[in-house]
């Protein structure tokens, strides 16, 4: 059974599950990520907001994260970064790219991923 933890934010008590992931997507925003990271002892700089906007975007629109080889192509044509790569994507996240920007954006943990 997945143990709860709780995130402590602007003086409301937010639901994580045993993996970090908000148990309640709508409990997220920019500052309860912000808090995450900072637990974690990461920043988030310029191109680890700009994956997990995306993969927020690309779940809005078809309704699961993207793989890696799409984020790498999107990475290169809309974040100017051209020799983009995976080494790239686990330079800003070394546990799993696709996975932590799916936490670090409200996301539930991507069945694809172990």
Do not use: N
């Amino acid at each position: 059974m997945a143990q709860r933890r709780t995130l402590a934010i602007a003086g409301r008590e937010i639901g994580l599950d045993a993996d970090g992931h908000l148990i309640d997507p709508d409990d997220w925003s920019e500052s309860v990520a912000d808090e995450m990271a900072r637990l974690d002892g990461l920043e988030l700089c310029r191109l680890r907001w700009w994956l997990i906007r995306f993969v927020r975007a690309h779940h809005a629109e078809y309704g699961m994260p993207p793989l890696m080889r799409v984020a790498i192509k999107a990475m290169r044509r809309e974040a100017g970064i051209e020799d983009a790569s995976s080494r790239t994507l686990y330079r800003l996240f070394p546990d799993g790219p696709i996975r932590e920007a799916c936490r670090y954006g409200g996301l539930p943990r991507p069945e694809s991923c172990i």
